[in-house]
């Protein structure tokens, strides 16, 4: 039982730094200041009015994240939303994704 113990914190170790990326997160009142150009589709507290764009509060910030990667790397295509994505640094994109996550859906 003794040789247990350190197995099982190496264990937790490993899976704090497997969480660690989720808690990393960005800066939610940058994020806001950035979200201004995005309030024309997705609405001024990230609730769409418009079926065709979707709402962003309240998703998560890594689901957000990847998508505005995906946007800016060419991975996802869309004629709006990848010229918007294109001048986005990696900080700017997890901002976003902290502002919107922390807005009530």
């Not at 790397?73 to 900080?91: C, E, I």
């Not at 700017?92 to 859906?105: H, M, R």
Request: hydrophobic content about 40%; overall charge positive; glycine content about 10%.
């Amino acid at each position: 039982m003794v040789r247990e113990k350190p197995r099982l914190n190496i264990l937790m170790s490993l899976l704090a730094l497997l969480w660690l990326p989720a808690f990393a997160g960005g800066d939610a009142a940058a994020g806001k200041a950035k979200a201004i150009t995005c309030a024309g589709c997705h609405g001024p507290e990230g609730i769409s009015t418009n079926p065709m764009w979707p709402s962003l509060a309240g998703q998560r910030a890594q689901y957000l994240a990847k998508q505005l990667r995906d946007f800016r790397d060419g991975k996802r295509h869309n004629p709006v939303m990848s010229p918007m994505a294109q001048g986005l640094s990696d900080q700017d994109i997890e901002n976003l994704a902290a502002y919107y996550s922390g807005l009530k859906p």
